[in-house]
């Protein structure tokens, strides 16, 4: 049974509390240099919340005896990317200086790695881009390595103004930073979101309608596409761009069929790594798309071939016996 967590806030912007949930095993051994795997939950930018994390993740990590912090951080389009990604960086911190002085366990600041999916991968590898002291390791599920191209999919028109969206999926991006909605239903048996259930919520509108109206780039973003002033921009948000001698250690996984973030933004950011000669491990899984893992339960034949393993690569990051 997963145990509930224990909520805190981690920084507060324009008097929103940004807050995080901390799942631990009370059996650990106060004196163990426990590690953390910090979760970042997908949504495009736009939706979902800490919630929102795969239940065999929290089993896993449980299991292993480590701590799981999932965290909550501002969303699109009230914060644009460019400043989402250093709510991950201020987690990390919050992580390494707060978390010990509030749990039972002794914590190993240079224990600390990031696992993120879809929009959470994308912010977890940003983080490892941008981070002045990089996380021991990361993990991206599907994410989106280049931004520009994966916000232009879908898109029906070139038109790139927000005031082009009806004016009540508009509203949704009128309000403060929001990071305390759950736009869908967790589904008890997998722990992932029951979509067909927030297809009429105005944040998920607001997406769709941002793809039909063509301006899903400047919702996401705040950048203008059709801009050369902002084009440069784009690649400080793209992590694919940003790889440098200390980035961490690096596991991706993506589905071979993903229709919302082909597999090819793993498998070049893949490349980029290698060139740089920086330690790189991909998965790409037959016929699976987005999010196929939410659909994988705990010690199933899919987890011990696809999942397991990414646990092997923390667990050997963390300078753990296997």
């Not at 705040?222 to 690649?235: H, Q, R, T, V, Y």
Request: glycine share 6%.
């Amino acid at each position: 049974m997963v145990p509930t967590p224990q909520r805190f806030v981690y920084k507060q912007v324009e008097g929103v509390d940004i807050d995080l949930d901390v799942y631990e095993d009370t059996s650990i051994i106060p004196n163990t240099q426990t590690p953390v795997v910090v979760y970042l939950h997908g949504g495009g930018f736009v939706l979902g919340n800490k919630e929102a994390v795969p239940k065999y993740i929290v089993e896993e990590v449980l299991r292993r005896k480590w701590i799981l912090v999932s965290a909550n951080y501002r969303l699109a389009p009230q914060t644009p990317i460019g400043e989402i990604y250093k709510d991950v960086i201020d987690v990390v911190t919050w992580v390494r200086e707060e978390l010990p002085k509030k749990t039972k366990s002794t914590l190993n600041p240079e224990k600390v790695s990031l696992w993120g999916s879809s929009a959470g991968g994308t912010l977890a590898l940003l983080a490892g881009s941008y981070s002045k002291k990089v996380p021991n390791a990361i993990v991206a599920f599907y994410a989106a390595t280049e931004i520009l191209p994966t916000l232009q999919l879908g898109s029906t028109t070139k038109t790139t103004s927000l005031q082009s969206l009806p004016e009540q999926i508009r509203k949704a991006a009128q309000t403060p930073p929001v990071v305390v909605e759950t736009p869908f239903e967790i589904n008890p048996v997998t722990g992932g979101p029951e979509i067909q259930k927030f297809a009429n919520h105005p944040r998920y509108q607001l997406v769709a309608n941002a793809n039909k109206y063509g301006c899903r780039v400047e919702v996401m973003t705040g950048l203008n596409p059709n801009s050369e002033a902002d084009l440069p921009k784009f690649k400080d948000i793209s992590p694919i761009h940003h790889i440098h001698s200390s980035y961490p250690p690096t596991y991706l996984v993506h589905g071979g069929a993903d229709a919302m973030v082909p597999p090819e933004h793993s498998l070049n950011m893949t490349k980029e790594l290698e060139k740089a000669e920086r330690k790189v491990r991909l998965e790409i899984v037959p016929e699976k798309n987005h999010v196929f893992d939410f659909a994988i339960n705990h010690g199933s034949e899919e987890y011990e071939k696809f999942v397991a393993p990414v646990f092997d690569f923390l667990q050997l990051q963390f300078g753990l016996a296997q």
